[in-house]
């Protein structure tokens, strides 16, 4: 069965640090990866997927960026940190094109 | 117009009342439609998935979708405690070729009170 790892599960950070959150998935291959954010009242937004190694979609212009250096490995980063980056930070694969999975999450905190 | 619209409530019950959750939409493109419960502090998990309008229950669980009318409705009856959290409708879907991405509604939190 497939499996969805996230990692760290909390963080807390200074402005202007950089930024590091590592999403691996078992089990599949060739999946499709997701970030996700979800802010308080605000539901998930999709910030970035990725349909295969090195191929990078963003959704939102932001300061963050993601990575896929491996098949099944999903990489979110920052360079400097925003407090606006605070948040709930989920990674997710996809089967076809009907349901998604998610992982545990990252929680940040920008102090 | 939102794609996708739910209503955030939050909703409050007690136990062994009968839950109605909804969510509306504008794309007729969608035929995919799922339900996620997310536990506080966690990652959302799939509980329903319907393809195109009708119904489909899993226990006390019912999903019912109506293409027609762009409505899509969750049922849980006999509600627990355990069923307090926040419950996410989904939905995507393929037409002309191209992909509708996985649309998300906000949420609705409910509580169910022992």
């Known amino acids: 069965s497939q499996t969805i790892h996230q990692w760290p599960a909390t963080l807390v950070q200074p402005v202007g640090s950089p930024l590091s959150l590592e999403c691996t998935v078992e089990g599949t291959s060739n999946p499709n990866l997701y970030w996700y954010r979800q802010a308080a009242g605000r539901g998930l937004q999709l910030l970035f997927y990725s349909v295969g190694i090195g191929q990078i979609s963003s959704e939102v212009p932001q300061n963050l960026s993601a990575s896929r250096p491996q098949d099944r490995q999903f990489i979110l980063s920052s360079k400097k940190l925003l407090l606006s980056d605070s948040g709930f930070y989920l990674c997710a694969w996809e089967e076809g094109v009907e349901t998604q999975y998610f992982g545990p999450g990252t929680r940040l905190l920008v102090l | 117009q939102k794609e996708v619209e739910q209503d955030p409530g939050p909703l409050s019950v007690p136990e062994g009342a009968i839950v109605s959750l909804n969510c509306t939409y504008s794309?007729?493109?969608?035929?995919?439609f799922m339900w996620y419960r997310q536990y506080s502090r966690k990652g959302p998990e799939l509980l329903m998935y319907?393809?195109?309008?009708g119904n489909k229950e899993d226990g006390r669980f019912t999903a019912q979708v109506d293409k027609s009318s762009k409505y899509i409705s969750l049922f849980i009856r006999d509600s627990q405690p355990s069923d307090s959290a926040t419950y996410l409708c989904a939905m995507s879907g393929v037409s002309g070729g191209s992909n509708y991405k996985l649309t998300f509604g906000k949420g609705t939190l409910l509580t169910v009170n022992p």
């Open positions: 319907t393809y195109s309008s």
């Open positions: 794309n007729s493109a969608f035929q995919y």
